[in-house]
Every structure is written in structure tokens, then in C-alpha cells.
């Protein structure tokens, strides 16, 4: 049964609005200024999230919470036997000294024994502390130092080493584990030549002689306040932030949301949930989504990579029912179909089938949510074909089962989640942070609102201030910084936590998020430019790859934009241009430029023309990590992309632009009917 017919019988057995109440304030003029969600599920007042595995081994033993990715299959992994995993290892833990309270660093990419480690961690009664893999030595000391992690668990010798390297001043360095055992003669090798062994296994082996009871005592000491982790913000601006969240705020944001999304998802689809996870684990929307999977016991996979070309033919394999992502990932697997379709000659086919796309999503929405009649014959005609030729692709691009998607970290494209709705994937957005818990807001179930970030989740309330800041309380919002009393005052009042992103309250509560507070640009003219809905809308469509947008103190707005490096192979490849042409050659090539203009021109449309993009730059380089301009959770450090590319901005406003008109018209193909 396709996405549009579950929803239709679905909302023949449940009413939406019965498990939806919204509480709306409005301000003199009538707007929306709050809105506020009960929760649904209660307040818990005992125990912890470490009593997760137990609870699923006692009620259901037998039942596959995780898969194991082992000897090239997906291996099940029943909640007893997770159970007893957990305790092996968080009795390792003790035995190598964590007492209740102590921090134990994880730095490793996405998988199994990051789960396996968080809950033993927990368990154990102890604090789990998220270091990215990517983290460099400096980054590495701060946190170690700031948390006071006292044990180290990473995945590599290279991770190892990094921390090795960054901890060698401490005055008691950490101790470390490494997951990827090195294959010395100590180590198992199985017959596909898989190194067994390591952290997890001399964990088990260092804590036998203890018994289970101890593990035991230590989750009956743990209680809803007891603090769980220390997530660090990514650092935009400065030294990252420990967030102190408690086994408290774990469990509203994740018991809410399941209570909010699994009944209705069950009832729709008939299937047992699994998703594969990939999101890195070093960030909360990832390990809420782990706590919720647990909770629910939806099966777990996990995989160590987001990049479309590694991670499609795991998709393939594992055949998720539904998906948590990033835009990039539905941008890259949008972009994917039509360099495909480019290659063999069908490209203005690929863009006929997105417009046919995005008409007949809005206008089934509109019908779905009773605000139209919905798409004719001749659109259904139209989209009929390009199911067969187009979206059954992009289904099976990710597994051929999956029909629902969360998309988080940044908006996803408007006209790329009608696209994807239209090709039988409904993409739900949420909005949140890492002091919130992960999502703070989603599109609930059967009230699709493409363009927002939906509803607060259920026990949260969001407030839009006088300035247009986006205030949060409730359950998932943190109570403090580590060790940063001034910071923590100055973003938490009475409850409130002042987010620094700007946004709306549309009349149902529905919010939008319209930029940063800290990154609003304020062009000579006096004109308020918020950059991130033009980068968003940039990001989102070949060839752009990375970009920043200037303006501040300047008479009009202008972009830095790299070239994504796979875009740019294809672009040279469908004109017969060698892959090595240097990009300085190209940044004068017309038509190069043309295709940029369009991206442009997309972005331009959700703007005024005060506010629009009036020439743009294509750099040189990339935006990464290495280079310091880049976070380790990818977001820009506009303020050291400015001062590298500074030449390149002068030269944009060296003379007049010449603002072509084209950027302000808003064409769009005739409507199909």
C-alpha cells in the first residue's frame, strides 16, 4: 500500500486533532506568539533510561531490537541478549574504576558498540561523554579536560593516537580502549579476515569476576534527575559547551515522540518498524533516536556513513520502514536521479517528472488536509507515467520499503518534499537543538505541513519573542552548561531557553525557522537579511556544494559558493570536458555560470528583492573541517569563511553589480492539471 493510501485509511480509524491538541496564544493583533503541546506521555518519576534493555528483556526476551551488521549479514540481536551485553561490559566498566557519576568518552563513528557502550556506560551508573571521530587533538583535550573523563573509548588507532596526542599534558591522562582491534596475534580473525576482539571484548573479560548484582545496584541508585550526558555543541563561535541532559529529559523527548509517531505509524503501515541508522552518534538527534527505538522496540540498525554512494547499497540491504536524516541526504539522493537520468540523455524528462512532482504533492496535500479538491486527470496521467519511470527509482534507492522520513538539522526544501511525497516518501521535518534534547518540534503524523518544522513535540511549549527569537520549555530543555554557570544564565529565564534562531507561529502553531539571530546581516541600506534561507535553498540543488552569503555593512547581497566535487564531475562529463579541469578555468565558463544563476535564481524566490542575491563568487576549495571552517556537525563558521575568502568578497563589490533581472522574476512552469 502506497504513503497516500495509508494516510487516507488511517485517517478513516484515527482523528488526527484526537491525539494533537495545540494550546495557541495570541498576542493584541491577533498572532500566534505560543504555542503548546500536552504531553502524552507521563512524567516519569522513578528509574532511568539504563533500564531500558532490562525492562525489553523481562517483557519481551525473545523479541530482535537490533541488527548487527556480521560477516556480511544483518544478525539479530534479541532484547536478552542486548541485556546481557550491556551488563558484561558495564561491569568491565566498574571493574576498571568508573565510579557512579565518572565521565567515560566515546569518540567513534556510527555502530553497534556505540549503543552497546552508551547504555553499559549508563548502567554502570556512569556519564557518557559524544567526542566526534573527526575531532582534532586540541578539540579532544577541551573536552576530556572540561568533562573530566577519566576512561576513553575510541574506535581507531588514529582516534587513539589523537587522543593519546591531546590528553599528553593532563595531569593523569585517560586510560583508552579502542573498538578495531589491531590484528598483532592477539586478536581473533575470523575467516572473512574481521578483527574480533578489542574494547568491547576486554571490557567483558576485565569485569567476569563481578557479579551481575553490582550493575544492579548501581541502575537502582540512578533516578529521573540523575544527569545522563554531556553533549558538546559544535563551537561556531568559540570553545564547544557541554549540555547537561538528564536520564529525565532523555526520556520526554523520546517516550513523546514515540507515543506521538509509533501508534499511528503501526496502525498505517502494518509492519514492525526498523531504520538503519547513520546520523553520527556524537550528536543527540542520533542518540534520542537509538532511546526511542529501544523504548518502542523498533529494530536498530547502524552504519557508519552518510554519503549516498556508501550508504544506497546498504539501504538496499537492510530495507528500513522509515528513515531520520539530514537534507543532504533527499537532496543528494534527489541530485543522484538526475545526473542519472542527465547521463543517458533524459535530463529535461528527470525535470518535467519534478514539477509534475511538486504540483501533484500540493495539490494531494491540499485535498488530505481538506483545503482542495486535489490533482486532475491529466496530473494523475502525468504522474502515473513518471512513477513508472522516475519515483519507483528513488524508492528503491533507499530500500523500496521505506515510506516515511524525519528530516532534521537544517529546512529541507519545500519543492523537494513535495517531490518526495509525490514519489511515495513522506518526509516529516523537526526542528531542535542540542539543549532541547534533539527535536523541540515535528510535523505530526497525519497534519502534513511542508515548509515548517511542525508542532512542539508533546510536553513542550515554543514562544516567539518580541524580537522574533524562538524561545523552548519544557521537559527536553537542559538545565545547565558544565562548568559554565554565566553561559547557562544567559540563555535559560524562568524556564525559557532562548534558542538564538529566529522564527514564526503560523495560525496553527506550526513554526518556521527564518535564520540565526547572531548571523542577520545588515546591509548599508539598512536592510535585516537573514542569510540561512538563502543558503538552504542554494545548498539544496546542484552544483552548489557548500556557500556563505555576505551583505553586512555593504550595499547589496552577494554569495561565496563552492562546487560540489561529484556536480562538477558530472557537469564536465555530460559537456565531454575533462575531470581535471582546473575549477580557475571554470569560473569564467557561461555556462557554468548559467547553471549557478539558476540555483540562484531558486534561492532568490523566497526573498524580497531587497533581500535577493546580486552576484555571487565560485571559490576555490572546499568548506571542511580541516581547514577550520567547518564544525565537526558541519555547520559553517561564517566568521573564518569571511576572513579566508576575504579577497574574494571585496572583488564582488569592486564595481556595480550588474543584477541581472532575471534573479527577481519568479517563473515557474504552467500549473498541470
Not at 495509508?6 to 493584541?28: F, H, I, N, S
Not at 557479579?211 to 570553545?239: F, H, Q, W
Not at 538503519?276 to 547502524?302: D, V
Not at 542554494?538 to 557548500?546: A, E, I, T
Request: aromatic share 6%.
Amino acid at each position: 500500500m502506497g504513503v497516500r493510501r495509508e494516510l487516507k485509511q488511517a485517517k478513516k480509524r484515527t482523528d488526527p486533532r484526537g491525539r494533537v491538541q495545540v494550546d495557541l496564544t495570541r498576542d493584541g493583533s491577533g498572532t500566534v506568539r505560543e504555542a503548546r503541546m500536552p504531553a502524552l506521555a507521563p512524567t516519569t518519576t522513578t528509574g532511568s533510561i539504563a533500564d531500558l534493555p532490562f525492562t525489553n528483556a523481562a517483557e519481551a526476551p525473545d523479541a530482535v531490537v537490533l541488527r548487527r551488521a556480521e560477516r556480511g549479514t544483518w544478525q539479530p540481536v534479541t532484547a536478552s541478549a542486548f541485556a546481557r551485553e550491556v551488563t558484561a561490559v558495564a561491569k568491565g566498566l566498574i571493574a576498571a574504576g568508573l565510579e557512579p557519576g565518572g565521565r567515560v568518552a566515546v569518540m567513534s563513528r556510527t555502530r553497534y558498540e556505540w549503543t552497546l557502550l552508551d547504555f553499559a556506560i549508563w548502567a554502570a551508573g556512569g556519564l557518557s561523554v559524544p567526542v566526534y571521530p573527526t575531532s582534532s587533538p586540541q578539540q579532544i583535550e577541551w573536552i576530556v579536560r572540561d568533562s573530566a573523563a577519566r576512561l576513553v573509548v575510541v574506535e581507531t588507532p588514529e582516534n587513539a593516537a589523537a587522543v593519546t596526542t591531546g590528553t599528553a599534558d593532563h595531569p593523569a591522562p585517560p586510560r583508552i580502549w579502542q573498538l578495531d582491534a589491531e590484528a598483532d596475534g592477539a586478536a581473533e580473525v575470523d575467516r572473512e579476515g574481521t578483527v574480533r576482539g578489542g574494547a568491547v571484548a576486554e571490557l567483558t573479560a576485565l569485569g567476569r569476576d563481578l557479579p551481575d548484582d553490582e550493575v544492579t545496584k548501581r541502575r537502582a541508585a540512578l533516578n529521573p534527575d540523575t544527569v545522563a550526558t554531556i553533549c558538546y555543541t559544535s563551537g561556531t563561535t568559540g570553545r564547544p559547551k557541554g549540555c547537561v541532559l538528564t536520564h529525565a529529559n532523555l526520556y520526554a523527548e523520546a517516550a513523546n515522540t514515540v507515543e506521538l509517531l509509533h501508534p499511528v505509524f503501526k496502525e498505517v503501515t502494518g509492519q514492525q518498524a526498523s531504520t538503519l541508522l547513520f546520523l553520527p552518534l556524537a550528536h543527540i538527534l542520533g542518540r534520542t533516536l537509538q532511546i526511542s527505538c529501544l523504548m518502542a522496540r523498533i529494530e536498530l540498525g547502524h552504519f557508519p556513513s552518510i554519503k549516498p554512494d556508501e550508504l544506497r547499497p546498504v539501504l538496499r540491504e537492510f530495507r528500513p520502514t522509515f528513515l531520520v536524516g539530514v537534507p543532504y541526504l533527499f537532496e543528494k539522493i534527489h541530485g543522484t536521479g538526475r545526473a542519472t537520468a542527465e547521463r543517458i540523455g533524459r535530463g529535461a524528462s528527470f525535470d518535467r517528472a519534478h514539477r509534475v512532482a511538486v504540483r501533484f504533492g500540493e495539490l494531494h496535500l491540499d485535498k488530505f488536509l481538506g483545503r482542495g479538491k486535489g490533482p486532475g486527470l491529466g496530473l494523475y496521467a502525468a504522474w502515473a507515467l513518471y512513477d513508472l519511470l522516475v519515483y519507483r527509482r528513488v524508492r528503491k534507492e533507499i530500500g523500496g520499503r521505506t515510506r516515511y522520513a524525519i528530516s532534521g538539522g537544517s529546512p529541507l526544501d519545500r519543492e523537494l518534499s513535495l517531490f518526495f511525497y509525490a514519489a511515495g516518501i513522506l518526509v516529516y521535518e523537526g526542528y531542535g537543538l542540542t539543549e532541547t534534547t534533539a527535536a523541540a518540534t515535528i510535523v505530526p503524523p497525519l497534519r502534513p505541513r511542508p515548509g515548517t518544522v511542525g508542532l512542539p513535540v508533546p510536553g513542550t511549549a515554543v514562544r516567539i519573542a518580541d524580537d522574533g527569537e524562538v524561545l523552548i520549555k519544557g521537559g527536553i530543555v537542559f538545565g545547565a552548561y558544565w562548568n559554565d554557570p554565566a553561559a547557562t544564565d544567559a540563555v535559560l529565564t524562568d524556564d525559557w531557553f532562548a534558542t538564538g534562531d529566529l522564527g514564526s507561529l503560523d495560525e496553527d502553531g506550526y513554526l518556521t525557522i527564518t535564520g540565526r539571530k547572531k548571523d542577520i546581516l545588515v546591509t548599508s541600506g539598512g536592510k535585516n537579511v537573514s542569510p540561512a534561507v538563502l543558503e538552504d535553498r542554494l545548498r539544496s540543488r546542484p552544483p552548489v556544494g557548500q556557500c556563505v552569503v555576505v551583505g553586512d555593512n555593504r550595499s547589496y547581497v552577494a554569495a561565496l559558493i563552492t562546487l560540489d566535487r561529484e556536480d562538477l564531475t558530472h557537469w564536465l562529463y555530460v559537456r565531454g570536458m575533462p575531470a581535471d579541469t582546473p575549477l580557475s578555468e571554470l569560473v569564467g565558463d557561461p555556462r557554468l555560470r548559467a547553471d549557478v544563476q539558476k540555483v540562484v535564481d531558486h534561492a532568490n524566490q523566497a526573498v524580497s528583492r531587497a533581500e535577493s542575491i546580486r552576484d555571487f563568487a565560485l571559490v576555490e576549495g572546499e568548506f571542511t573541517e580541516d581547514n577550520g571552517l567547518l564544525t565537526p556537525s558541519l555547520k559553517i563558521k561564517r566568521h573564518a569563511v569571511t576572513e579566508a575568502y576575504a579577497s574574494d568578497i571585496d572583488a564582488l563589490y569592486a564595481n556595480p553589480s550588474p543584477a541581472p533581472e532575471q534573479q527577481y522574476t519568479r517563473e515557474s512552469p504552467a500549473p498541470e492539471r
